[in-house]
């Protein structure tokens, strides 16, 4: 991503990635976020991992073909959210990589948003870890509604400890990353 945005942009805590199946549960700053995630992956990493996004931002052709080069799984939630749940279940189930940004959308003022319960459900019943990764900083490069990037901003993201289902609900699952990734943005 433009030599991660001329090298201001800082990645730790990649050692956390679990060399089984993942569910990376990023906040919500940007639309640059899984650009900025991904860019920091190893490429056999990447390569088996993909992305959850709204069907409604990959309308125009030339978006849904680039979806579907780049592991990039488009889903409607609004029309059935059982089939989208599966969809994304499909993936783990094959032993790869799901990103989910669990606020749903991105925040509009800066502040991390309420986290939905759909990382936590697949989570819960595929028995796979949820890796919480902080993001601090891309709102500034990107806000919402701003249509040129303001480039040289500090842009930190840190991969935190894996979250693993057992003796979890979807609740207290979803509690847990959230604080997990809130305390982080905090520091």
Known sequence: VVYRLSRR??????????????????????VLDAFLVASFLKREFIKKTYVYAKEKH???????????????????????LKLSIQKLAEVLKKGKNLMIFPEGTRTLTGKMGEFKQTFAILSSELKVPVVPVAIKGSYSILPSGARIPRLFRKVSIEFLKPVYPENHSYESLKDIVYQSVASKLAD
């Open 9 to 30: 942009i800082k990645a730790r805590g990649l050692d956390n990635l679990p060399d089984e199946p993942c569910i990376i549960a990023p906040n919500r700053q940007s």
């Open 58 to 80: 990959f309308r125009n052709p030339f978006m849904r073909f680039m979806a579907n080069r780049n592991n990039i799984i488009l889903v409607d939630a609004n029309k059935d």
